[in-house]
């Protein structure tokens, strides 16, 4: 990342909910769910919000234009490579990168923040009868195309639809990163061997748009079993041995260097035409600057992964770089298991305050990142509807030395505080992005001078930070899943829709609780956080969410749950010969539409 996590649950609609009456027989019955529970920690009370009105959710906005030539090949780069091809067990957005060719979704978020069908004929909402609410429960239709097909020719079905649900909801399965946060919602499944299929939630899921992303084929998934799966589906060893519904499906996977793609033979139902291109390869540089240079000596056509701090390197290009602000922000995070461990439950909070006043955003945007970005005050884009502006906090070095003096943190000859013989000693990980070197060592002088020591300990982005649970040992250094640090630089990717950060905020999130799913790596375990949470997973009422998400914003600022820096601008470096690229700035990034990419000559 540049790099960057993703946050890996739904992107889900929100739209007025509409009481009527639903049906249809239960024909695949709900597997076993599993949930951990919640806890105790500091509370404050919602904030009103005014209503809302719905929201437009069909995009009508992109037209791609038709190729005037086919054939060629194009080649993008990045500099790390992914740790995995297989979307429900990464969160990194390199890994995102390579799998979007490889896999199509039921519907899509196009880069005005707006839904359009891929797999199905249509996107399903109360507006236009796809989705119905009975009391709490709801009903989803999937209209999935005529004639869609796998890459090895099988047909797409409601039966990988059914199975890709049995199979996140499969006792055996670990490492989740989005859990199984609304898969458990589902009761069942209609449409077996047929191309619609009726989904029946027992709850109100406000984020069934983004859960079944990608489909899985059932007949491929059978072969590996569940417990086998995080390390034999879609494994890069034999990434041929794969089934795709993607443009283009990865054919040779060269670690750390290179991820080559051929044309999925039965794309066209899907997309409505053939892919354009004869092939599509994924080139790895493993340093941003290297890739910059690889850009201008022309080995390749398209940069991803570049940001703010990369613009004075490439404004000289013009219109070969395309930069847009999206929905990513970078933070400072802090681990309350971490902190409760070393420094007593009781002191999280004021030890988190004191550092927060220990910041001055400003410098960092402004003497680290040249003004290139705003310092924020809130890790939500103001352009999203449920915004909640938050105070700015001021640095104040004498305010912050105040609050640990009255905690009992009392300064050392060596101007380290220290309470019962423990020192306030931090370990500060992040990658090895030099922006973020910088900025965690400028944090460092600054908690020195309230009596804190932090140790900066860049690491490489996969998989010694960002690695899911599997993917790293329990003692693996810095490490953001298991847990192993006390303050983390990274960014994350957000979403248009709030259920997004469910398994980022709420406690069921965890992944330190079996069966280690969940991307809340800051531990947090607040139940005012939870409540508002379930009530924004459990509604469809603009307004009903927009109150939570304001109370949920309040929480986030007065518990000092992240230190957000600043919304990131993000870069591409593009060929002016490659046609229909379209920058995403959405989770879904630059590579949401490579089956319509054509290069002229």
């Not at 946050?7 to 929100?14: E, I, K, V």
């Not at 003497?367 to 352009?383: A, D, E, Q, Y």
């Not at 490659?578 to 920058?583: E, G, S």
Request: aromatic share 10%.
């Amino acid at each position: 990342m540049s790099h960057v996590a993703r946050r890996w649950l739904a992107l889900a609609a929100t739209a007025v909910i509409v009481a009527s009456a639903c049906g249809g027989t239960a024909a695949t019955q709900a597997p076993t769910s599993q949930a951990p529970g919640g806890s105790t920690a500091p509370v404050q009370s919602a904030a009103a919000s005014p209503a809302v009105s719905s929201v437009d959710l069909i995009s009508k906005s992109y037209k791609p234009e038709p190729a005037a030539k086919t054939g060629g090949t194009v080649v993008l780069a990045e500099w790390q490579f992914p740790d995995s091809i297989m979307a429900y067990y990464t969160q990194s957005v390199t890994s995102f990168e390579a799998l979007y060719p490889a896999f199509d979704g039921l519907w899509r978020v196009a880069p005005d923040f707006k839904w359009y069908p891929d797999l199905t004929k249509d996107v399903p909402l109360v507006s236009n009868g796809g989705v119905v609410v009975n009391g709490d429960k709801m009903d989803v239709k999937v209209n999935l195309k005529d004639g869609i097909k796998w890459s090895d020719g099988q047909p797409i079905t409601c039966d990988d639809v059914i199975a890709t649900w049995h199979w996140i909801m499969d006792k055996d399965q670990v490492g989740l990163t989005g859990g199984t946060i609304g898969w458990e919602d589902i009761g069942s499944i209609d449409g077996a061997g047929t191309n619609t299929c009726v989904i029946h939630f027992n709850k109100v899921y406000e984020g069934y748009l983004g859960l079944i992303d990608p489909v899985l084929p059932a007949h491929y998934i059978s072969t590996v079993s569940v417990t086998d799966a995080p390390k034999k589906l879609y494994s890069f060893d034999n990434v041929k041995a794969g089934v795709y519904s993607g443009p283009y499906i990865p054919v040779e996977v060269k670690t750390n260097a290179q991820i080559t793609y051929a044309p999925n033979p039965n794309w066209a139902a899907i997309g409505g035409h053939a892919p354009y291109l004869d092939k599509l390869i994924f080139k790895y540089y493993g340093d941003a600057d290297a890739m910059v240079a690889g850009y201008r000596a022309g080995e390749y056509d398209v940069a991803n992964d570049l940001n703010h701090a990369d613009i004075p390197k490439v404004q000289d290009l013009g219109n070969q770089m395309v930069a847009l602000e999206g929905l990513i922000y970078e933070l400072n995070q802090l681990n309350n298991a971490s902190l409760a461990k070393k420094f007593g439950a009781g002191d999280v909070l004021t030890i988190k305050q004191a550092i927060r006043l220990a910041y001055n955003k400003s410098e960092i945007t402004d003497r680290i990142l040249g003004g290139t970005v705003k310092p924020s005050n809130n890790f939500l884009s103001p352009l999203l509807w449920y915004y909640k502006d938050e105070p700015a906090v001021t640095q104040d070095f004498n305010q912050a030395n105040q609050l640990l003096e009255q905690a009992g943190w009392v300064k050392g000859s060596d101007g380290i505080r220290a309470k019962n013989g423990v020192k306030l000693e931090l370990t500060a990980c992040t990658t090895k992005r030099q922006y973020r070197i910088d900025t965690l060592t400028l944090v460092a002088s600054w908690l020195q001078q309230i009596g804190i020591k932090v140790d900066v300990k860049p690491v490489p982005a996969n998989p010694d930070f960002f690695g899911g649970w599997n993917e790293v040992s329990a003692d693996t250094p810095c490490n953001l899943q298991r847990g192993n640090y006390d303050l983390g630089e990274f960014a994350w990717s957000y979403s248009p829709d709030p259920v997004i950060s469910y398994n980022v905020y709420h406690s069921a999130g965890i992944p330190d609780n079996p069966p280690h799913s969940g991307q809340n790596t800051t531990r947090t375990n607040i139940p005012q956080v939870d409540k508002d949470y379930d009530t924004i997973k459990g509604s469809v009422d603009p307004a009903v969410i927009k109150a939570a998400m304001y109370d949920f914003q309040d929480q986030y600022y007065q518990n000092v749950i992240e230190i957000p820096l600043f919304n990131w601008r993000e870069v591409w470096l593009v060929n002016p010969k490659l046609h229909n690229f379209v920058a995403n700035p959405t989770q879904y990034s630059a590579e949401w539409n490579t089956g319509d990419w054509w290069v002229a000559q």
